[in-house]
């Protein structure tokens, strides 16, 4: 198991224009050759955007983009015609398959946070895609068929335990609160990286909200 701290992100985005962004991987001007991608993951972006901010349209391709709002509300807007509000519990899976632009902003007049995470597809090419789910239930898992991962959503009271998947690679981000994890403690923006996980779990120090991805090799 690899734990990186929230600490140890590449800061990114541009604070005069209120976009304040931390990087889990090379990213950008970022550039780690050591730090590209774990499993199907190869960005899990930390976004806080003032009120007002964001980023106006620009383009994807063969990329998996998921978005999970911590606080706030996000705009969205695609080139495929999609204009949507996503609030925390929600779960936003936009498919860049073989090219879609799209805006993020931060239309409210409260602050925005979010978790963005790119996964790479298997097949390059095919027509992008938009999901949006409205309050997903704790442990209901997300299928990503087509970057062979599954998300798993997770919101433990303290002292509750998780089983960790037996994967061949498993990224957990902890979106809040504080947990044990195979013997660390990991807190508010930590991540591990784990590889052929069998029989770890985690437990919650204090209430606390996980993203978890179970990966294929």
């Known amino acids: ?3 990186r701290r929230a600490g140890e992100r590449y800061r990114g985005g541009d604070p005069e224009a209120g976009i304040d962004t931390r990087h889990a991987f090379s990213f950008g001007p970022h550039y780690d050759p050591g730090n590209l991608r774990f499993g199907a993951v190869v960005a899990c972006n930390e976004e806080r955007l003032a009120p007002g901010a964001g980023f106006d349209e620009h383009p994807h391709s063969h990329t998996e983009i998921v978005t999970w709002v911590v606080e706030g509300e996000l705009t969205h807007r695609d ?6 509000r996503v609030r925390p519990g929600d779960l936003q899976h936009l498919s860049a398959a073989a090219g879609v632009r799209h805006a993020e902003r931060n239309d409210g007049d409260a602050p ?3 978790v963005q995470m790119w996964l790479t597809p298997r097949e390059p090419g095919g027509d992008p895609s938009y999901v949006l789910v409205p309050g997903i239930a704790d ?3 997300y299928a990503l068929s087509a970057a062979g991962a599954v998300l798993h959503v997770r919101r433990l ?3 509750e335990r998780m089983a960790v998947p037996a994967a061949a690679y498993v990224y957990v ?8 994890l195979a013997g660390e403690t990991l807190g508010a923006g930590d ?3 784990i590889t052929g996980a069998e029989g770890a779990e985690a437990v919650a120090v204090a209430s606390a909200e996980l993203l978890l991805w179970e990966m294929a090799p």
Do not use: N
């Not at 981000?173 to 504080?178: K, Y």
């Open 191 to 193: 991540a591990a990286r």
């Open 157 to 159: 009271a303290p002292g």
């Open 79 to 84: 080139s495929t015609g999609h204009e949507t």
């Open 1 to 3: 198991m690899d734990v």
């Open 139 to 141: 442990a209901t898992p």
């Open 112 to 114: 925005l946070t979010f």
């Open 173 to 180: 981000h902890v979106v809040r609160g504080e947990v044990l």
